[in-house]
């Protein structure tokens, strides 16, 4: 079974700039979820959608965090515009069902804000 | 409020060694508790989880936790170390409320050959 898929792996972009992350979860995974970790902390959930709906994003910056799933597979998280405090890892994760079923994590972005 | 507490900011082991991280909860209801291990730029992988049964849970890489429900606790557990055990390790529980994942903040275990 392949796993979630992430891209870029590194960015490295000025403050004020956009960026976009993209998203491949498991074939067949209605959950997904994207993660902003800092560095050494634990991940800190941004926005969880079920199919191509939006679960939650009560922790999204929605002034400058968007994303999307419109046909409920991949996604895109965007961040526009960068601000220093936005350096972190980015992760994506996949689940069979957004209960009690294990998260599968991608390798993640990891967004440097010069 | 419901949380999750890894004591340790730190574990150090010798190869060869028994080895334990450390977990505590705190839930309304019952607990449905997982580990994940984090090696350097990986994202997070699954170990093991706890929904209901068998108080001793069987994971990957050899891993196993205790539920011990009186003590509120879920650490987790090796026989004998490895050196590339060594990583980030993160106990969670999923909330009540919306059925998301409560993160602890990571021990980090380092194994000395």
């Known amino acids: 079974e392949a796993g979630v898929a992430q891209s870029p792996r590194y960015k490295i972009i000025e403050k004020r700039q956009s960026v976009a992350f993209w998203c491949n979860p498991i074939s067949g995974h209605a959950t997904l979820y994207w993660y902003q970790q800092i560095l050494g902390q634990g991940p800190k959930l941004l926005i969880q959608f079920q199919n191509n709906g939006v679960v939650d994003d009560s922790q999204l910056p929605k002034d400058r965090f968007s994303a999307e799933r419109l046909k409920g597979v991949d996604s895109t998280l965007k961040i526009q515009p960068a601000k220093l405090e936005d350096s972190a890892v980015y992760l994506c994760a996949s689940s069979s069902d957004r209960y009690n079923q294990p998260q599968h994590f991608g390798d993640g972005t990891r967004l440097s804000i010069l | 409020a419901q949380s999750v507490a890894q004591p340790e900011d730190q574990v150090n082991v010798a190869e060869g060694n028994p080895l334990t991280v450390k977990c505590t909860y705190s839930?309304?209801?019952?607990?449905?508790l997982f580990w994940y291990v984090q090696y350097p730029n990986r994202g997070l992988q699954f170990l093991l989880k706890?929904?209901?049964?068998d108080n001793l849970v069987k994971g990957s890489y050899g891993f196993e936790a205790e539920f011990n429900k009186s003590q509120t606790s879920f650490h987790l557990k090796k026989p004998s170390a490895l050196v590339s055990d060594s990583a980030l390790y993160f106990c969670a529980v999923i909330r009540d409320s919306n059925y998301q994942l409560i993160w602890g903040a990571g021990t980090k275990l380092i194994i000395k050959p």
């Open positions: 839930v309304s209801g019952n607990p449905y």
């Open positions: 706890y929904i209901t049964g």
